[in-house]
């Protein structure tokens, strides 16, 4: 009894000992995605509030470089290269940090994005950017640290920065006619040989309409005549196959064996070799 006794207290001890009481963050951290145009934007960063302190000018000094929030960087992610204030960033992840003026801010994109607050040693090589933001005075106070996407277009949006009485903002253009343009093309111009191989490997597959089958693989190898792909004239050779037509099969099979020997690809060499073998023809 005296040994149940202990055992049931060494457990008690031992999660009282691994037990973490959990409480909200005093700077909450969020995370806001957005499509602007064709382009996903994302935004993470951490959100302090006044909490009865005076901001900018004082616990975010003039002309001094801020993180932008609390915690690790305040962090933002274009999809695609986009147009910061005329300034071209290329897509992938950025750092936003700002140096507040009265009138103005300087805002930054810098590469490393793994800091907690601003780098220890600031590098001016990774500013990938550097704009100035416009300023706006506010009727109100906003209590909490806000950053967001304002004034949506189809092509463009504004990043927002609003706290205290204040409210700036840079604007980033997206390459929505460029992208919308190319899919128009694509879309216009039909059926890539791509396309036309892949439904007819999957009618070979699933044994559907195996002269569907023929007239799409066919397609396909006609379209890459020029640069002609023993992997695709594999497959016409089994599609052939597939639907009786033996003649078919073995010239396809022939010049998909030609091609695979001019690529050193062993594997389709080989499955040449004995699919010919079986259809009789070496």
């Keep these: 009894m005296k040994k149940l006794v202990l055992f049931a207290f060494a457990l008690t001890l ?4 691994n037990a973490q009481v959990e409480t909200p963050q005093p700077s ?3 995370k806001i ?3 602007v145009g ?3 934007v994302t935004l993470e960063y ?3 509030s006044m909490k009865g302190r005076k901001i900018f000018g004082d616990l975010v000094p003039y002309g001094k470089v801020w993180r932008a929030g609390a915690n690790k960087n305040t962090v933002v992610t274009f999809s695609d290269d986009v147009s910061v204030e005329g300034t071209t960033l290329k897509a992938g992840s950025y750092a936003i940090f700002v140096s507040p003026d009265k009138d103005s801010w300087t805002v930054f994109f810098y590469t490393d994005t793994n800091n907690w607050g601003t ?4 590098d001016d090589s990774k500013v990938a950017a550097k704009v100035t933001a416009k300023v706006y005075e506010m009727p109100m106070d906003v209590e909490t640290w806000t950053i967001g996407f304002d004034d949506l277009t189809n092509s463009s949006a504004n990043i927002g920065f609003i706290w205290e009485k204040t409210y700036a903002s840079v604007t980033f253009k997206v390459p929505t006619e460029d992208k919308v343009s190319a899919s128009i093309k694509n879309v216009m111009s039909g059926p890539s040989a791509n396309d036309y191989y892949s439904a007819a490997v999957y009618n070979l597959s699933e044994g559907k309409d195996l002269d569907q089958a023929m007239k799409w693989i066919d397609k396909a190898v006609d379209m890459t005549k020029n640069e002609p792909r023993f992997w695709f004239l594999r497959q016409q050779s089994l599609i052939h196959a597939a639907n ?3 003649k078919g099969a073995i010239a396809a099979a022939k010049k998909s064996l030609e091609g695979a020997k001019e690529a050193g690809n062993d594997d389709y060499v080989k499955m040449n070799k004995d699919s010919l073998k079986e259809w009789g023809a070496m």
């Design 244 to 246: 009786g037509d033996k």
């Design 119 to 122: 780098p220890a040693k600031w």
């Design 46 to 48: 951490s959100r302090p």
């Design 28 to 30: 909450p951290f969020t």
């Design 14 to 17: 031992m999660f009282s000992v």
């Design 38 to 40: 064709l382009t996903d």
């Design 33 to 35: 995605e957005q499509k």
